[in-house]
Antibody, heavy 117, light 110 residues
Framework: EVQLVETGGGLIQPGGSLRLSCAASGFTVSSNYMSWVRQAPGKGLEWVSVIYSGGSTYYADSVKGRFTISRDNSKNTLYLQMNSLRAEDTAVYYC???????????WGQGTMVTVSS | QSALTQPASVSGSPGQSITISCTGT?????????VSWYQQHPGKAPKLMIY???KRPSGVSNRFSGSKSGNTASLTISGLQAEDEADYYC??????????FGGGTKLTVL
């Protein structure tokens, strides 16, 4: 069964750092495009970042320079390193695969990140 | 990149059809046939319903269909059922490895 499971969310103070993990099963992370999408409480979906199978990475302007997407091929796991966190980064973070190329077809259950003092 | 524009809410009675619009620009919706639609029930992860404008993943009911005209994409749900009540989001590839979502539409089945 194709599945994504995120971990690593929690309460963090402004300016702090957090690393989210997304363990995949049923397919190979390194062979596919993978993304992070977030949803602030009561708000809509916002694309955050993508990593291509070749390793190229791209970010939304709102997180560029602060967030880093990466993967560990041996663990079949996707990561999102979040630095210099701000209150506006508070959201549920979903990892998603793009097995069909440009659509987010498999989603994890999400992990909540709360940035507050 | 600005968010795509969706109506905040739509409603319909069981058995009826509804259409949700998603308006972008010539840089995103108008340039690529890469619009996707997602259904999200409260407290749940989004679910892909339509990709590449009009294609349905296996397991998605054929009551869901997608189309595009110019800078506007549309999702039509026919034969409305109670379980269709959810939030719906459109998304478009916007070039240069960026994606943009719509603000979301709350569907109420009366």
């Amino acid at each position: 069964e194709v599945q994504l499971v995120e971990t690593g969310g929690g309460l963090i103070q402004p300016g702090g750092s957090l690393r989210l993990s997304c363990a995949a099963s049923g397919f190979t992370v390194s062979s596919n495009y993978m993304s992070w999408v977030r949803q602030a409480p009561g708000k809509g979906l916002e694309w955050v970042s993508v990593i291509y199978s070749g390793g190229s990475t791209y970010y939304a302007d709102s997180v560029k320079g602060r967030f880093t997407i990466s993967r560990d091929n041996s663990k079949n796991t996707l990561y999102l390193q979040m630095n210099s966190l701000r209150a506006e980064d508070t959201a549920v973070y979903y990892c998603a695969s793009l097995l069909r190329g440009y659509a987010f077809d498999i989603w994890g259950q999400g992990t909540m990140v709360t940035v507050s003092s | 990149q600005s968010a795509l524009t969706q109506p905040a809410s739509v409603s319909g009675s069981p058995g009826q059809s509804i259409t949700i619009s998603c308006t972008g620009t010539s840089s995103d919706v108008g340039s690529y046939n890469l619009v996707s639609w997602y259904q999200q029930h409260p407290g749940k992860a989004p679910k892909l319903m339509i990709y590449e404008g009009s294609k349905r993943p296996s397991g998605v009911s054929n009551r869901f269909s997608g189309s595009k005209s110019g800078n506007t994409a549309s999702l039509t749900i026919s034969g409305l059922q109670a379980e269709d009540e959810a939030d719906y989001y459109c998304c478009s590839y916007a070039g240069s490895s960026f994606w943009v979502f719509g603000g979301g539409t709350k569907l109420t089945v009366l």
